[in-house]
C-alpha cells in the first residue's frame, strides 16, 4: 500500500509539495492536468514538465486524476471515436512517466454537487455538506452560481467556467437519455479502452457517483455493489476495476462499505477515504477522518482493504478547513495531513 496526496498542480492549488513531503508515511501525489478540457490530448512535453516538478521534491506521480471523459462518448455520439482516440492517447503518453493508475469517472455533466462548500461546524472548522433536498429545489446553474460565489475563485473540478459555459445545451442532450443506453455507452469505451489498458499495464479505477442519489434527472451508473458487479461485468479484466470512495458510497446508508470491499477487493485500485456525519433529517457533511467523527467505521473499512490484500494506493479524501486555513473547499494541508497519520495508525494498527 502507498499513501498519497492529491495535489492539483502550482497554478491550482494552494498547497505547496514541499509541505507534502513533510507528512510522514507520503509517497507521492495523486495530479493531473487540472486545465485541460475533456477530449484533450495530454502531450508528453506537458505530462513529462508536472513529473519534472514532482519529482523534484522526492514525491512519485503513479496515479493521476483524472483523465476527463469527453461528453460525446457519455452520450454515444457519432464523434465519440475520435475522442475515444485521444484518451488513449493520452494513456500512452502518460505511460512514458510511468503511471500505473487513472482514477476517472463516467458521471454525466457535473462531477460532484454539494449544497455547502464552507459549512460552519460547532467547533469553528468549516466543511463540506450535501442537502439532497435543498439540490432537489435549485438548478445546476444556480448551482453552479453560488459554488463560485462560495469559493471567491477557485477553479472547482467539474464546474470549471469552460465546462460550463454550454451547461443548459449539455444538459438538453441528455433528455431522453436510458439508462440501458448510458451503460451501453459505458461498456463501449470500455470495450476501446480497456485493451490498451491491458497493453500498457495501466489500471482504470472508475470513481463512484458523487453523491450516489440522482441529481437533476441525470443517469447514474456506480452507487452500490450491485451497480460495481454490473460495471465489472461491461467488460471483465485484470485492468477494469474501482476507486473505492468511502465519502461517496457512503453517503448512501444503505451500502456496507466492508462488505463492498470483501467483494471487489481484488479490482480496487485505489481508495478514497474519508467519513461523513449523517443528521437526523438525512442532511449530511464531511467530517474529521476519524470513526468517532462521523458515521463511518473507518477502523472496519481499513481491516477490510487490509484483508482483502489492498496493495494499491490510499489517500485521504476531503478534510474539513481548520486553524484557519483558506483555500480549495475539502483540499486544505492541516486536516488531511491529519488524516494521512491516523489512516496509517489504522493500517498499522489492524494487523
Known amino acids: 500500500m502507498k499513501m498519497v496526496m492529491r495535489w492539483f498542480g ?31 490530448v495530454w502531450s508528453v512535453e506537458e ?6 516538478a514532482i519529482e523534484a521534491e522526492g514525491l512519485e506521480s503513479e496515479v493521476i486524476e483524472s483523465v476527463n471523459i469527453h461528453e460525446d462518448i457519455k452520450l454515444g455520439a457519432d464523434t465519440r471515436d475520435g475522442y475515444i482516440d485521444a484518451y488513449i492517447q493520452t494513456m500512452r503518453n502518460l505511460k512514458t512517466i510511468g503511471v500505473k493508475v487513472i482514477c476517472y469517472n463516467f458521471m454525466p455533466v457535473l462531477d460532484w454537487a454539494r449544497s455547502r462548500l464552507y459549512y460552519e461546524l460547532p467547533d469553528g472548522t468549516n466543511t463540506m455538506f450535501f442537502s439532497e433536498d435543498f439540490i432537489r429545489h435549485t438548478t445546476p446553474r444556480a448551482l453552479a452560481e453560488r459554488y463560485a460565489e462560495e ?27 436510458t439508462p440501458e443506453r448510458y451503460w451501453q455507452n459505458a461498456k ?13 499495464d495501466i489500471k482504470m479505477a472508475i470513481h463512484p457517483d458523487d453523491p450516489p442519489t440522482p441529481i437533476f434527472g441525470l443517469p447514474r451508473m456506480i452507487n452500490s455493489a450491485k451497480s460495481i458487479r454490473a460495471f465489472l461485468e461491461l467488460h471483465p479484466s485484470t485492468h477494469n476495476g474501482l476507486t473505492l470512495c468511502t465519502g461517496s458510497l457512503g453517503a448512501d446508508p444503505g451500502n456496507d462499505l466492508p462488505a463492498i470491499i470483501g ?19 438525512g442532511d449530511s457533511y464531511e467530517s474529521a477522518h476519524l470513526t468517532g467523527s462521523g458515521s463511518l467505521d473507518m477502523r472496519a473499512i481499513v481491516k477490510a482493504l487490509k484483508d482483502a490484500g489492498f496493495d494499491g494506493y490510499i489517500r485521504p479524501d476531503h478534510g474539513r478547513m481548520i ?16 488524516g494521512v497519520t491516523y489512516l496509517l495508525g489504522l493500517w498499522e494498527g489492524v494487523g
Open 10 to 40: 502550482a497554478q491550482d492549488d494552494h498547497v505547496p509539495l514541499r509541505h507534502i513531503r513533510q507528512i510522514p508515511g507520503v509517497s507521492g501525489v495523486v495530479t493531473g492536468l487540472v486545465r485541460k478540457l475533456p477530449g484533450e
Open 47 to 52: 505530462i513529462g514538465e508536472m513529473r519534472r
Open 151 to 177: 469559493a471567491g475563485g477557485i477553479a472547482l473540478p467539474g464546474w470549471e467556467p469552460e465546462r460550463l459555459a454550454g451547461l443548459e445545451e449539455t444538459l438538453r442532450r441528455y433528455d431522453g437519455m
Open 188 to 200: 463501449y469505451f470500455l470495450d476501446r479502452v480497456i485493451p490498451y489498458a491491458e497493453e500498457l
Open 263 to 281: 467483494e471487489f477487493g481484488s479490482h480496487i485500485f485505489f481508495a478514497h477515504l474519508r467519513n461523513i456525519q449523517f443528521l437526523e433529517n
Open 323 to 338: 486553524w484557519g486555513e483558506k483555500g480549495r473547499p475539502g483540499y486544505g494541508l492541516y486536516d488531511r495531513a491529519l
